[in-house]
């Protein structure tokens, strides 16, 4: 993983968001936002191939890889709640949306 | 390409592909003045709207440095993917100060008809709500059943229209999409063998008369997330039984009335695409096992809740 | 004899297609190897 994206992973600067995509945590500078332009515009074009592939729709595809990324972040790291605010992830099980799997 | 994509940097990744192109930049009392020609026979980029591949052409650039170009410059896009892929497309510009473009207009071939996308100017790099128009002419119902692999209907009709397209921070979407049938209509008809055999006498009677339907009008409102779910609500009228329909006393009699025929289809736009073929081609589902939904000896691994798949053609409805 | 009369307001036929399929548990294996394919965007 790229150092910079590892970093900010880490900081909390950046999180998993429920969508499947990578969200800005409250307010950064512009070079964590290219970074979080760039990594969205990689995932999109992950999920439409994978999407056509599979023949499901490209909003599900993402939905269902956010509900795993959610569940695999590690302790310290954000995660988009229910209420769509920003958690931080503990010990236990992160708050996960009903659909998924 | 890197250059090139420094300034690209913040809005498409993964920019593959070479550019060739010559850049002078002159000094003298009046100030610096920058041109150049880039040219590239095929760049692949990942867009916020999508994968875009095979991007070529040339562009004369008039202010290198302030990324202006001479009026309408014309690219080729091999591939771009919104949601739905559309293929071979024409587009011409120019960039004007302050990374102002203006799209005079874009073309790709679709489905035996044309996609045109009206004139229109944005703002390259702002986060803004960008609205596009796209006309739909000749769109042939025959190539657009083809394209969703559904080879048990068969359709003709010409059909024209307009996409208002809504693109945002989250995505690009239809609003109050129409299409409309050419005058002359066209038909619709189910050329694959019969899925619902528990269908009963009046079942097949209604099944016979009208798996071939004739219309003279159908229009089709569509609105939706391009990669999401679309709502489809089609309306056709001036219904009668087509080429193939069993005909008798009742069914000419019934063929006087005026009925309207309207169907919503709440589907994702996407997965209508594959997902019409699984209702009824078996072997198109994916195999469970290598999904990881059962495990060798076929024990589901997780609790699948059984797809609810409920078309619900009129017959086959219990009457109470 | 049987005989329909038209009636002047057209006869509206509704049928509402719901495709509903709970794709999110199909697709929950792929995507878990796909991230494993791409952590450097993951």
Same mark, same amino acid.
């Given at each position: 993983?790229? /150092? ?42 992950? !999920? ?11 909003? $599900? !595809? ?31 099980? /992160? $708050?996960?949306?009903?659909?998924? /799997? | ?34 041109? +150049? ?40 896009? &091999? ?77 003709? +009709? ?15 979407? #239809? ?55 679309? #709502?489809?609500?089609? &309306? %056709?009228?001036?219904?009668?039984? +087509? ?5 008798? %006393? ?10 309207? %025929? ?10 209508? %695409? ?26 589901? #691994? ?19 | ?42």
């Amino acid at each position: 993983r790229d /150092p910079a994206y590892a970093a900010a992973k880490a900081a909390g600067q950046v999180g998993e968001k429920r969508d499947g995509y990578l969200g800005v945590v409250g307010t950064q500078g512009a070079d964590i936002q290219a970074l979080v332009r760039d990594i969205n515009n990689k995932r999109r074009a992950v !999920y439409t191939s994978k999407a056509a592939s599979l023949s499901s729709t490209i909003d $599900e !595809y993402a939905f269902t890889t956010g509900c795993r990324l959610i569940l695999e972040t590690s302790s310290g790291e954000k995660y988009q709640g229910l209420d769509g605010s920003w958690k931080t992830r503990g010990a236990g099980a /992160p $708050e996960r949306d009903a659909k998924c /799997p | 390409p890197d250059a090139l994509s420094d300034t690209l940097m913040g809005l498409v990744s993964s920019l593959k592909g070479s550019v060739q192109g010559t850049g002078r930049i002159d000094w003298n009392a009046k100030g610096i003045t920058s041109t +150049g020609r880039f040219a590239s026979d095929g760049l692949d980029f990942a867009a916020p709207f999508g994968p875009v591949q095979g991007l070529s052409g040339t562009v004369a650039f008039t202010d290198l440095l302030g990324l202006v170009t001479a009026p309408n410059q014309t690219i080729k896009v &091999r591939s771009i993917n919104p949601g739905i892929e559309v293929n071979d497309g024409v587009a011409s510009f120019d960039l004007h100060p302050g990374y102002r473009l203006v799209v005079h207009g874009a073309q790709w071939p679709f489905m035996q008809g044309t996609l045109r996308l009206e004139p229109v100017t944005m703002t390259v790099g702002a986060a803004e709500t960008r609205r596009y128009t796209l006309v739909v002419e000749g769109l042939n119902a025959q190539s657009l059943i083809q394209r969703m692999d559904m080879n048990n209907l068969s359709a003709s +009709g010409v059909f024209d229209g307009s996409l208002p397209l809504i693109f945002d921070a989250s995505g690009g979407r #239809i609003e109050n999409g129409q299409l409309a049938a050419r005058a002359g209509g066209g038909n619709v008809a189910y050329v694959g063998a019969l899925t619902y055999k528990d269908l009963s006498a009046m079942g097949n009677f209604a099944f016979d008369s009208l798996k071939s339907v004739d219309y003279k009008t159908m229009d089709i409102k569509l609105d939706g997330s391009l990669s999401g779910e679309i #709502i489809t609500r089609i &309306r %056709f009228t001036g219904v009668s039984q +087509g080429q193939g329909a069993k005909r008798n %006393f009742l069914t000419r009699q019934v063929a006087k009335l005026p009925i309207r %025929f309207v169907v919503n289809i709440k589907a994702p736009f996407f997965q209508l %695409f594959g997902n019409m073929r699984s209702l009824y081609d078996s072997n198109y589902v994916a195999d469970p096992r290598a999904l990881g939904l059962v495990d060798k000896n076929g024990k589901p #691994i997780r609790k699948e809740p059984v797809p609810t798949v409920s078309i619900q053609p009129p017959v086959s409805e219990d009457t109470p | 004899c049987v005989n329909v009369t038209a009636p002047d307001k057209p006869i509206v036929i509704e049928l509402n297609i719901n495709i509903r399929q709970e794709v999110i548990y199909r697709l929950d294996a792929d995507a878990a190897n796909t991230i494993e394919e791409n952590p450097e965007i993951f």
